[in-house]
């Protein structure tokens, strides 16, 4: 690892002081997925804590799924089918927004009818959100949401970046002391640092790690990373790594935060999720186009595993869909 923090703003700034960074633009509209379930509840109260730093427009959305053809119970207990379905999802999505308008934000409620992934991203292509939140888990039945699911396909084609939260994951962004920024060097892959610039404020200085996870082919372990560190080798190819980093590293040093540097071994996901489990990593920001596996424009299983197995809240963002 290498650290190329800024070390005057180390010593101008104690660890605990509240020292307030500030984003290079400031979200004016947050779209946030509710299916009611105990993460979507947590994904709508970081919602909240964004719109309330940003005095932001809020808009909480709820999909009401049609009843099945198939004989089915329900019907029984709402004869009036979808109508009646309809008509409490409203109620319901009412009384969690008249409890967010007691916070002094801008907040409206929408609830549409149908299938809930392709509504959600038809709304925030409409919409055009600063950021879409929406929960990782939900009323599935399942211990994680899988390809296919509405989480995933919510991420792969929405027009603007999206949060997902993981039901852990209760430290709100603005208290985040360290940020993952995976990279895979390719043109696109700045996205992620671009949106991550614009779209949060910290009220501490997080540290910020750039990480390049390197899979070394099996003929070529004795050349791995790690093993030409352990026996005090030169490497040539982490030296070539760093000076490409070097752009990223700049530039957030430049925007006051305390930069450190990691090239791994390994495929993507395992690197990446164990690095965010052992640096305590409070947010993982990554861009889903570029030129290796890790990060593609059809968010392939490596980042779908990231956004779906991270220890805490990911962010991820598409360049062919970043506006401005």
Known sequence: MQNLGNESQENAFGPEEEMALQPDGQIQSIFCATDFSETASLALCHAV??????????????????????????????PDGDAELRRIAVA???????????????????????????????SATRMEPDLLIIGTRGLTGFKHLVLGSTAEYIVRRAPCPVLTIHPEDRKMIDDARIVLLPTDLSVDADAAVDAFLELFSFRHVPRVELVFADATPPYLEAMSHDRLSRYHQPDARREDIEAQLAPFVSRLIESGFDVATHVLDGGPVEAITELAEKSGADLIALSTHGRSAILNALLGRTAQRIVQHAPCPVLSVCPSRRRG
């Open 49 to 78: 804590a964004l719109a309330k730093q940003h005095d932001a427009r809020l808009v909480v959305a709820h999909v009401v799924e049609p009843i099945p053809v198939d004989p089915y119970p329900l019907p029984m207990a709402f």
């Open 92 to 122: 319901r999505l009412e009384k969690i927004v008249d409890s967010i308008r007691d916070e002094r934000i801008v907040v409206e409620s929408q609830v549409d009818m149908g299938a809930t992934g392709p509504l959600i991203v038809e």
